[in-house]
């Protein structure tokens, strides 16, 4: 009997293991995030960026201009001057401290852009973004492209 017991609680005790939720590493959360941003930027997602960025969020273009949060997402909206086809982020290093975390590497995109003639943006840049650590998650505070 005391054997069936010992049997009982190690088999009890091994689905508890089992069982226990993964628990996701800040880089893993920044790789998502980053990997989301692509997404939405694509899919020109107002919702996802609104609640994604920080309020004080700015995106640095190549040419040097910076758009604030409220620019980003009309932008990259139906409405606006980007139409992305695809965006992929590689080989990105991030550097995590306890509140705040930037990742260096690179993007590339296919797609245009229409400031009124149609410009084609497809290319590979640098990327830098900066992030901060709300009570909500990871939020993305910087974005910078470069050639």
């Given at each position: 009997?005391?054997?069936?017991?010992?049997?009982?609680?190690?088999?009890?005790?091994?689905?508890?293991?089992?069982?226990?939720?993964?628990?996701?590493?800040?880089?893993?959360?920044?790789?998502?995030?980053?990997?989301?941003?692509?997404?939405?930027?694509?899919?020109?997602?107002?919702?996802?960026?609104?609640?994604?960025?920080?309020?004080?969020?700015?995106?640095?273009?190549?040419?040097?201009?910076?758009?604030?949060?409220?620019?980003?997402?009309?932008?990259?909206?139906?409405?606006?001057?980007?139409?992305?086809?695809k965006m992929e982020a590689s080989n990105i290093k991030y550097t995590i401290n306890e509140k705040d975390?930037?990742?260096?590497?690179?993007?590339?995109?296919?797609?245009?852009?229409?400031?009124?003639?149609?410009?084609?943006?497809s290319g590979t840049y640098g990327l830098q973004a900066e992030f901060k650590k709300t009570d909500s998650?990871?939020?993305?505070?910087?974005?910078?492209?470069?050639?």
């Amino acid at each position: 009997m005391r054997i069936i017991f010992i049997l009982l609680f190690t088999c009890l005790g091994m689905s508890h293991v089992n069982a226990a939720p993964v628990i996701e590493t800040d880089e893993e959360t920044l790789i998502k995030l980053i990997d989301s941003l692509s997404s939405a930027l694509v899919k020109q997602d107002k919702a996802w960026l609104s609640s994604n960025l920080t309020e004080d969020c700015g995106l640095t273009d190549p040419a040097g201009q910076t758009l604030n949060k409220d620019h980003i997402i009309k932008a990259f909206s139906v409405e606006g001057i980007y139409s992305l086809t695809k965006m992929e982020a590689s080989n990105i290093k991030y550097t995590i401290n306890e509140k705040d975390a930037s990742g260096i590497g690179s993007i590339n995109i296919e797609g245009a852009m229409s400031t009124p003639d149609v410009v084609d943006v497809s290319g590979t840049y640098g990327l830098q973004a900066e992030f901060k650590k709300t009570d909500s998650g990871w939020k993305i505070s910087s974005i910078r492209v470069s050639q």
